[in-house]
C-alpha cells in the first residue's frame, strides 16, 4: 500500500492501544501452540474489500450459488415466512440477500443485528428508501452474545436469516450453542433460514480457496498488513505464504498463513519465533452433507421445513422451526 497517497493517509488508523482486544487476541494467538488467530480480524476496510473481490471470483461459488437459489427458489422460500413476520438477520453486511426476501415474502419488519453500526445504519436508510412500508430497526450488537429484540416487533412472528454460511466459521459446539441461542431470542414456532455450504468434491473446495488470481491469499496475508499498521508488528509478508488445504476428518477448509524460514517477529513489543513451515492458523470453513446439519439444528432446539440447493449440489438454503 502507498501510504503517501491522500485516501490512504486518510485511512490510516492510529496505533491501537495494546490492551484492545485485536492485541489481546493476537498475543494470545501467537503464543497459543500451534499459533492462531480469529478470521473475524479479516474485516478491516481492506480486507471487506477484498472479501468482496472473492465473492466474484470464477472459482468462489458460494456467493453466487447462494444467490442463484435465494433467486429462483423465492416463492417457494417466501412460503415457509408467516405474514407480516420480523425478520432478523444475525451479522448483517450488505442487504444483497435479504431485497431478494423482501421483494417475495410479506415481511413488515426487519432487524439487522450487528456490531458495525455506522456501517448497518447506513444500509438501513438505503431499505427504508426503497421499502418505504417496512420497520427497519437495526440492532447494535455481536450477535453471538446474547441481546434483546426491540419492543416494536415483540408481537411479530419471527424469522431468522442467517445466509453466506457464516456458520461455517464456528466451531461445531459455538455453531450449537449459537443455534440454540437463536431458538431461544426467536421463541417457539420460529422460522429460521440459513445458508449451508455443503460437502463436496475436494477439488473444487480447494480451487475456491486457493483461487489463481491469489485475491484469497492477499485476503489471509492482509491479517499481517492488519497487525503492522494496528499492532506495530513487523511482518515481512514476502516471507509467509498462503495455504488452505481441506481437513477431511474434521469437515472443514483450513486457512494457514506459513513461514517459509525461521524468523522472529515483533508484536505489541513482544517477540515471536516461527520455525521454518510454521502456520498461523487463520480460519475454519466448516462444510455440511444435509444430515450433519439437520443433526446439528435438531439438537438445537430446530427442525426442518424446507431445503433448496443448486443442480450441482454444492450449496444449500435451510428452513427451519423453532420446536
Ligand atoms: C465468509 C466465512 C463464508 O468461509 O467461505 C472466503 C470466508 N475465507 N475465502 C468462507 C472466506 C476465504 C467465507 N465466509
Given amino acids: 500500500m502507498n501510504v503517501h497517497t491522500p485516501s490512504a493517509a486518510h485511512k490510516a488508523k492510529p496505533i491501537v492501544a495494546k490492551d484492545s482486544s485485536f492485541a489481546l487476541d493476537a498475543i494470545e494467538g501467537l503464543t497459543h501452540e500451534p499459533k492462531r488467530l ?13 472479501f ?11 456467493t453466487r450459488t447462494e444467490l442463484g437459489i435465494l433467486t429462483e427458489r423465492a416463492a417457494e422460500i417466501a412460503a415457509a415466512i408467516p405474514k407480516n413476520a ?38 438501513a436508510d438505503a431499505l427504508r428508501a426503497d421499502f418505504p412500508q417496512l420497520d427497519v430497526h437495526p440492532v447494535h450488537a455481536d450477535f453471538t452474545q446474547a441481546f434483546t429484540l426491540p419492543d416494536a416487533v415483540r408481537d411479530l412472528p419471527k424469522v ?5 454460511s457464516t456458520l461455517g466459521n464456528f466451531e461445531p459446539h459455538e455453531a450449537a450453542r449459537f443455534m440454540r441461542q437463536a431458538a431461544e431470542l426467536l421463541g417457539r414456532g420460529a422460522t429460521m433460514i440459513v ?27 492482509n491479517l499481517l498488513v492488519r497487525m503492522n499498521r494496528e499492532l506495530g508488528a513487523n511482518f515481512d509478508l514476502s516471507s509467509f505464504v498462503h495455504r488452505a488445504i481441506y481437513n477431511r476428518e474434521q469437515h472443514r477448509i483450513e486457512m494457514h498463513l506459513i513461514s517459509r524460514k ?12 516461527f520455525r521454518a513451515g510454521e502456520s498461523i492458523h487463520t480460519e475454519n470453513s466448516y462444510k455440511f452433507t444435509p444430515d450433519r446439519f439437520r443433526a446439528l439444528a435438531q439438537g438445537a432446539g430446530w427442525s426442518e421445513i424446507g431445503r433448496w440447493s443448486d443442480a450441482r449440489g454444492l450449496f444449500a438454503v435451510i428452513a427451519l422451526r423453532a420446536i
Fill in 195 to 221: 445458508g449451508v455450504d455443503l460437502e463436496k468434491d475436494e477439488r473444487v473446495l480447494h480451487a475456491a480457496y486457493n483461487d489463481a488470481a491469489g485475491v484469497t491469499a492477499k485476503f489471509n496475508l
Fill in 86 to 123: 420480523a425478520l432478523v438477520e444475525f451479522g448483517a453486511g450488505a442487504t444483497t440477500k435479504v431485497r431478494l426476501l423482501l421483494a417475495s415474502a410479506p415481511i413488515k419488519a426487519y432487524v439487522p443485528v450487528d456490531i458495525s453500526g455506522d456501517f448497518v445504519a447506513a444500509q
Fill in 160 to 164: 431468522g436469516f442467517f445466509p453466506g
Fill in 52 to 62: 468482496e473481490q472473492i465473492t466474484r471470483l470464477p472459482e468462489y461459488y458460494p
Fill in 262 to 273: 525461521a524468523q522472529a517477529v515483533r508484536v505489541c513489543g513482544r517477540t515471536f519465533h
Fill in 38 to 50: 480469529s478470521p473475524k480480524y479479516f474485516y478491516d476496510d481492506a480486507g471487506s474489500d477484498l
